[in-house]
């Protein structure tokens, strides 16, 4: 438990942020609140600015539109994330992706670890990288433990897409954006990707751009 005096630096700039209602500003890659780790959430907050903190990062995420968001990216440098995603998308790309929907969820203090070794590579994105997508070659299933945003033990093994949001917000609270993991001869512009390479999976990327796929 942290004291009240070391609490409260962190509450105010979290309360600073809320103020203005609506969705939050992200912030970019280059910042230093995404590469530094972020703190371990231990009741800084407290349960009410906690409640509304998640509610503003959620607000913050449909409006970008994203199906996560971290703490850090809005610049608040606490293991806090959460992951919402309605899985919009064709058959074919639902079924080669495994973009199966996933219900809204608030993660605290998250880790992941693979479970298996098969891992599965698709372009991806990020909220703090606008503009461009790479391919990130991720194990295809992990066990995620943590807290939800009521303090519940957390213990499930994700797949499919949710595997990948699930590791990607996670990353960025230990300082670790998805370029530090794709496949840099994958990297492209959204509109690129959406003309040239918005097959179901990159296997025509890998030959035309010149990278390995797992
Ligand atoms: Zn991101």
């Not at 703490?71 to 998308?89: F, K, M, S, T």
């Not at 606008?130 to 213990?155: F, H, I, K, S």
Request: hydrophobic share 45%; glycine share 10%.
């Amino acid at each position: 438990m942290s004291s009240p005096s070391a609490r409260a630096p962190l509450a105010e700039r979290v309360e600073e942020l809320l103020a203005p209602g609506g969705p939050l500003p992200i912030v970019a890659a280059g910042d230093p609140v995404l590469r530094a780790g972020a703190e371990r959430y231990d009741g800084q907050l407290g349960p009410a600015l906690l409640a509304r903190f998640v509610e503003a990062l959620r607000v913050t995420m449909h409006a970008a539109p994203g199906v996560g968001l971290a703490a850090p990216q809005v610049g608040v440098g606490l293991r806090i994330a959460v992951i919402e995603d309605p899985a919009p998308v064709p058959e074919e790309v639902r079924v080669a992706r495994g973009r199966v929907p996933q219900p809204f969820r608030v993660l605290v203090n998250p880790s992941y670890e693979p479970v298996g070794s098969v891992r599965a590579a698709f372009y991806e994105g990020c909220l703090s990288v606008p503009g461009w997508q790479a391919v990130v070659a991720r194990p295809a299933e992990v066990r995620l433990t943590g807290a939800d945003g009521n303090g519940r033990p957390l213990d499930e093994v994700f797949g499919g897409w949710p595997a990948r949001i699930v590791q990607h917000e996670t990353d960025h609270l230990d300082g670790v954006l998805y370029l530090d993991r794709a496949e840099t001869r994958s990297l492209a512009a959204n509109e690129t990707v959406l003309e040239r390479w918005a097959q179901p999976t990159p296997e025509k990327a890998a030959r035309e751009l010149g990278f390995d796929l797992p």
